[in-house]
């Protein structure tokens, strides 16, 4: 099994900054990609932004230039700084990561969520 712990939500306002961070424990293989979704009231949960083990990222347009995502691979850990925020940007967001036998099988696990609200 593997667990997420999250971290680092909060209020903030419009053009401030906010660090989230989450740990993965548990049974992790070598390969794999971590990664954030958000989820904001009556939407589809969505990806944020993702990084492979190997550190290939991909943003979704609408936080490109702005968020930047890191991992820590010997500690499973990943980040997602998020700049310059706006009001769209407020969600829950979740922290994923999706471990890979081959390149067709794979399994994910899901972090708790925590609430980013960005408002004046």
């Known amino acids: 099994q593997v667990q997420l712990v999250e971290s680092g939500g909060g209020l903030v306002q419009p053009g401030g900054s906010l660090r989230l961070s989450c740990a993965a424990s548990?049974?992790?293989?070598?390969?794999?990609?971590m990664g954030w979704y958000r989820q904001a009231p009556g939407e589809q949960r969505e990806l944020v932004a993702s990084?492979?083990?190997?550190?290939?990222?991909n943003y979704a347009d609408s936080v490109k230039d702005r968020f930047a995502i890191a991992r820590e691979n010997a500690k499973n850990t990943v980040y997602l700084q998020m700049n310059r925020l706006k009001p769209e940007d407020t969600a829950v967001y979740y922290c994923?990561?999706?471990?890979?036998?081959?390149?067709?099988?794979?399994?994910?696990?899901w972090g708790q969520g925590t609430q980013v609200t960005v408002s004046s």
């Open positions: 994923n990561i999706r471990t890979y036998w081959t390149v067709d099988i794979w399994r994910d696990y």
């Open positions: 990084i492979s083990s190997g550190g290939n990222t």
């Open positions: 548990g049974s992790i293989v070598s390969r794999n990609a």
